[in-house]
């Protein structure tokens, strides 16, 4: 077994009055650098993107009752199909390769009006993993407005020369609870309800799109891309470039 001892300060001070070189293992040593860091990716992925856009005139006839629909805060209309995008604080959570749940919060609102009547709809929310909507009626906050039709089932598309990846998570429509018009005839004096069925609501194509970024700076955001099932499409070996060669357009399970 080998040993050593220690050789004190003055020992060495000793051998360089008198000349003798110091040996190599008491010569002066730069600090030592401080380790690599390698910084994760959070689980919580930021969205962005165009939101929900939902005609509302195929739900109801608005103009038959009276009713005047517009976009404001930012949100915008189109002959009745109002388009909310997505705000901030919006995020998708994945985990070991999984989404575990995430949250669309939609910028804007629906402002409804008969004559001097009027109530707003806003503070929109989606759950991505139940796909229950809330919004404020009026002043009326966090109401069940209805539900995003089959939420697990989505499309991802991703476009040459882009690391975001649009989720589109509204492919089935989505279904808005009867509760809604009942609300908005009590707040306008008008008799929506009547158009639907009071005990089931009514089914509305509509879009949800948002985008997520698949790279955080210059690295691969692997588990949200593993996470959605892309990594069959994506080169991963070639890093960010791999996502800007990729075009992609798949259907998925998102849980």
């Known amino acids: 077994m080998s040993?050593?001892?220690?050789?004190?300060?003055?020992?060495?001070?000793?051998?360089?009055?008198?000349?003798?070189?110091?040996?190599?293992?008491?010569a002066a040593t730069p600090e030592k650098a401080p380790?690599?860091?390698?910084?994760?990716?959070?689980?919580?992925?930021?969205?962005?993107?165009?939101?929900?856009?939902?005609?509302?005139?195929?739900a109801v006839d608005l103009e038959a009752h009276g009713i005047v629909a517009v976009g404001i805060g930012g949100a915008s209309d189109d002959n009745g199909t109002v388009s909310l995008t997505v705000g901030k604080g919006s995020r998708i959570t994945h985990k070991n390769h999984k989404i575990v749940s995430g949250k669309v919060l939609l910028q804007g609102g629906i402002q409804l009006s008969k004559g001097a009547k009027k109530v707003v709809v806003s503070n929109v929310a989606v759950d991505v993993k139940t796909g229950l909507i809330t919004a404020k009626i009026g002043a009326k906050a966090n109401v069940r407005i209805g539900t995003v039709n089959n939420p697990a089932?989505?499309?991802?598309?991703?476009?040459?020369?882009?690391?975001?990846?649009?989720?589109?998570?509204?492919?089935?429509?989505?279904h808005l609870n009867a509760g809604l018009f009942a609300d908005l005839d009590a707040q306008l004096g008008t008799c929506l309800t009547s158009d639907i069925d009071a005990s089931a609501g009514v089914d509305v194509d509509a879009v949800l799109d948002v985008d997520a970024n698949l790279a955080v700076g210059a690295k691969l955001n692997t588990d949200l891309i593993v996470a959605l099932g892309l990594d069959a499409d994506i080169d991963l070996n070639l890093g960010v470039q791999g996502l800007l060669d990729a075009v992609v357009a798949v259907d998925i399970s998102l849980f």
């Open 3 to 26: 040993s050593y001892r220690r050789v004190s300060a003055v020992a060495v001070a000793a051998l360089l009055i008198s000349g003798v070189t110091a040996p190599a293992a008491l």
């Open 35 to 58: 380790a690599a860091t390698t910084v994760a990716p959070t689980p919580d992925t930021p969205l962005i993107g165009a939101g929900l856009s939902l005609d509302l005139n195929a």
């Open 153 to 174: 089932e989505a499309k991802v598309e991703l476009l040459e020369g882009s690391t975001n990846a649009t989720l589109k998570l509204g492919e089935q429509g989505i």
